[in-house]
DNA sequence: ATCGTACATTTTGGATACAATCAAGCCAAG
DNA sequence: CTTGGCTTGATTGTATCCAAAATGTACGAT
């Protein structure tokens, strides 16, 4: 997570939104500002800019006089989300082909060993103890965002760097996530397109770099928007 | 600009970057919270919450105890973004060529002679009388907005024309309207490249747009970044 | 029994008050 | 003349206070 070197207000907005990543603040829930005081043991004004920064990031939204309350995307607000990913995933891997260095493409490839044994251990697992499948989840987690970290930071591109992680902060990472664990084949898939896109990379050729990359991303947005609708609607705000 | 109905923080953060891009604080300068209240006539409390949403969106930066502060782009940022704008404007009029209606269609048509029109007076204004060249600037404006606003609104994705409204609403929007309205050359270059846009958008050709599209915002980012380069710098935070 | 209304409680919104921190200017020493 | 530290003033950061709005509840009417 983006933990820039703030004071007070910046480290609560950050604690917030993983409370809300974790689930602990369910979507569509009012986050009322004298629990959130409290419970960090600061008065509500840091609480108030905090939101303030939440809403503006659009990770929540602010009514008139009911305070702030948890964004429930829907399939459309999921789609949109997910083409507006690929875009700019397939923007910097485009430009990351041209200057990505051989000590990045290593990193890409160590993420990647690290990604499919993750993914190995997740179907292994669930076939033996379908009761709890989540333990290899956040080596999977982590050994994806490190593989599209180095694509973004290769891309040499900071304000892009900045918006793909402001979109991937939503509730869009958690949906993917769930959407994936759910299904061994799908994850494989996953495993897989990461191979073509190191492939591309590996060669420097931009342009497959920048279609498998796409079609990687576009492809998780199909599946989170099937798993979102397949769920039934979460509870949430009115739009 | 989007008025989100919103109560008073909202419209302050909202007249606040008006007046940072109307030039009335300059980048680089230290916005104080008193003053903004003052001026505002209201007291500190909603000023600092408008202030964070401000930093949210990259318009100023906080630092710990010295408040916010006018972000001033260098070459580098205005590189960057228009490079961001490029791809999320060439996805969305990619989007926007299945979708647009004949309506659509012919208000970018309307909105294309009022900038030619406005193009026209202002090379004319500047020719007779170098003073006062800026008198049609608020026309050439507001055409272009609504020419590319109607493409985002036809673009069907809601994300994507939030993302890239806050992306006009750092400085580069000022930039690029400076650099423009010097030359007379470049203006008409801009009325033609709108017209192969509007061609190509006409036969709901989206390959063809979306090159004409990113073509048309990489060259004003360059000719942005030849502007900015050429005035020397201006006086900014350290980064 | 259900709907509507009035009232009480809760919660947010904005203003004010106080504490903490930083910057600028000043004076003295080298 | 420069450099170092210190003091003072200004400005931000946090907490508290009061008013306005909304929600929830109880009671009464249909």
């Given at each position: 997570m983006a933990a820039s070197a703030e004071q007070l207000v910046g480290s609560l907005a950050d604690r917030i939104s993983e409370k809300i990543l974790a689930g602990e603040?369910?979507?569509?829930?009012r986050l009322r500002q004298e629990a959130l005081a409290e419970e960090f043991s600061v008065s509500r004004t840091p609480i108030r800019e905090a939101l303030r920064q939440l809403e503006a990031k659009g990770v929540v939204q602010h009514r008139p006089n009911q305070g702030a309350i948890v964004l429930a995307p829907n399939a459309r607000d999921i789609r949109d989300a997910y083409q507006v990913r690929a875009e700019l995933e397939g923007l910097a891997i485009s430009l990351a082909a041209?200057?990505?260095?051989d000590e990045q493409i290593e990193r890409m490839r160590r993420a990647q060993r690290k990604f499919a044994g993750a993914v190995d251990k997740l179907i292994a697992a669930r076939k033996t103890n379908?009761?709890?499948?989540?333990?290899?989840v956040p080596s999977w987690v982590e050994s994806n965002d490190e593989f599209h970290g180095v694509v973004i930071e290769a891309s040499g591109n900071r304000r892009l760097k900045q918006m793909i992680q402001d979109l991937h902060l939503g509730f869009t990472r958690n949906i993917m996530l769930a959407a994936l664990t759910m299904d061994g084949r799908r994850m494989r898939e996953n495993v897989s397109q990461h191979e073509a896109i190191l492939s591309a990379i590996g060669r420097h050729d931009a342009a497959e770099a920048r279609k498998a990359m796409t079609h990687h991303i576009l492809r998780s947005g199909e599946l989170a928007v099937w798993w979102l609708e397949s769920q039934g609607r979460l509870v949430g705000p009115a739009r």
């Open positions: 603040y369910p979507p569509g829930s041209e200057w990505i260095t379908a009761k709890a499948p989540f333990r290899n």
